[in-house]
């Protein structure tokens, strides 16, 4: 009798592992009423996408989320939570129609996602990563050679945005 088979390879554990980290982060994100508790579930959330990179061989792009989201953005939320003045949330009334209209369109959003995904054929657009590349390295020389000018000028968009960041804050304050 034919039925489904799942090859558990360690890619495919690790897979629904993140996936489990990043899915309960985010059901925890918006249920809890705590904002302090709903930026450390939003970390759980980037920790869980960084993981998901380092599953897909793309080690760069899981140490850049990981130092800026789950740590730089975490942190930046916590201070703007610390330095403003919140109220509790405040939670409408449960419309049992509104959450039904929800769950319906989210199951049917979901196996189109789902069909669309295992019926299209993705071309490869780029050659395979060789064994023993360092990827960090490759995209260091791209970035240090060919594309320093908008770097630095992100660098220099960055600092003039927190400048202005604090700018408005003093003024709040005051």
Do not use: C
Request: glycine content about 8%.
């Amino acid at each position: 009798m034919g039925g489904f088979y799942i090859d558990w390879s360690g890619e495919l554990v690790a897979f629904f592992a993140f996936a489990v980290v990043m899915i309960v982060g985010a059901v925890l994100m918006l249920t809890l009423t705590k904002v302090v508790h709903m930026v450390a579930s939003l970390a759980a959330v980037f920790l869980g996408l960084g993981g998901m990179f380092v599953v897909l061989e793309a080690e760069f792009v899981a140490f850049t989320q990981v130092l800026l989201y789950a740590g730089a953005v975490t942190i930046l939320l916590i201070f703007g939570i610390m330095m403003t003045d919140h109220q509790a949330v405040q939670r409408e009334p449960v419309r049992p129609a509104h959450e039904i209209v929800s769950a319906v369109a989210s199951i049917v959003l979901f196996g189109i996602l789902f069909y669309a995904i295992r019926t299209t054929e993705f071309a490869p657009s780029a050659p395979p990563l060789q064994a023993g590349v360092d990827n960090a390295m490759e995209i260091g020389k791209q970035l240090y050679t060919q594309h320093v000018i908008p770097f630095e000028l992100v660098s220099v968009l960055l600092t003039v945005a927190f400048i202005g960041a604090i700018v408005i804050a003093k003024k709040e304050a005051e």
